[in-house]
């Protein structure tokens, strides 16, 4: 009977395992995303840079780009806190998959040595 629990324990702790594999992984394509998105914000923000070096415009134009700009500094910085903010849930992740694998370890020595 204490084998049945030992093996019970060892599957939920496999299954557990699988289901934070998962959640890593969805984190990582968030990450992936966010990282693209960044991408794209910080060209965005080098092409107003080269307007801005080459207007010759009024100062409408330069109030316009240099409103642009602004919002387009807010968004790096939104993705930015956002980007930190999933690397701190990737870390809870390893952390708590890192227990898991500590704690499967005991049992399935247990087990292993029969």
Known sequence: EAKAEEMAAVAAAAEHMQEMEARMAALATAVEVHTAEMEATQQRVEQIHLQLATQVGGE???AA?????ERLAA???SHGAHLEHTKAEMDAQVAELAHTVAA???PLGQAVAG
């Open 65 to 69: 780009l240099r409103m642009g700009l």
């Open 60 to 62: 409408a134009d330069g």
């Open 104 to 106: 499967m370890a005991g």
């Open 75 to 77: 968004a790096v910085d």
